[in-house]
Nanobody, 119 residues
Framework: VQLQASGGGLVQAGGSLGLSCAAS????????MGWFRQAPGKEREFVTR????????FYVDSVKGRFTISRDYAKNAVYLQMNLLRPEDTAVYYC?????????????WGQGTQLTVSS
């Protein structure tokens, strides 16, 4: 599965922004898709994920109530709507997918997209 992320940019604190991630290739093998982020000097961290079949979602505590992940079957895409953004949300955001049958790790990654939240 190949992933292409888009979106990102510069936004003021309290603002909103959306990210998109389009999947191609063996999309029928997708188990879930998620978003990770990496801030300068920090390790990459999990942000959210969505189970491809069923749509169950999971969020890291720091974004609950502010970020929403969704998916579009027809477009093989996942979206991340980010509201009430904070400077600490500044990071490079990556979309990723786990594919069947091996779901032990995220094995497909999109290129990162930069989000900068100014205070």
């Amino acid at each position: 599965v190949q992933l292409q992320a888009s979106g990102g940019g510069l936004v003021q604190a309290g603002g909103s922004l959306g990210l998109s991630c389009a999947a191609s290739g063996r999309t029928s093998s997708i188990f879930d898709m998620g978003w990770f982020r990496q801030a300068p000097g920090k390790e990459r961290e999990f942000v959210t994920r969505i189970i491809w079949n069923g749509g169950t979602t999971f969020y890291v505590d720091s974004v609950k109530g502010r970020f929403t992940i969704s998916r579009d079957y027809a477009k093989n895409a996942v979206y991340l709507q980010m509201n009430l953004l904070r400077p600490e949300d500044t990071a490079v955001y990556y979309c990723a997918a786990r594919t069947l049958p091996n779901i032990g790790r995220y094995d497909s990654w999109g290129q990162g997209t930069q989000l900068t939240v100014s205070s």
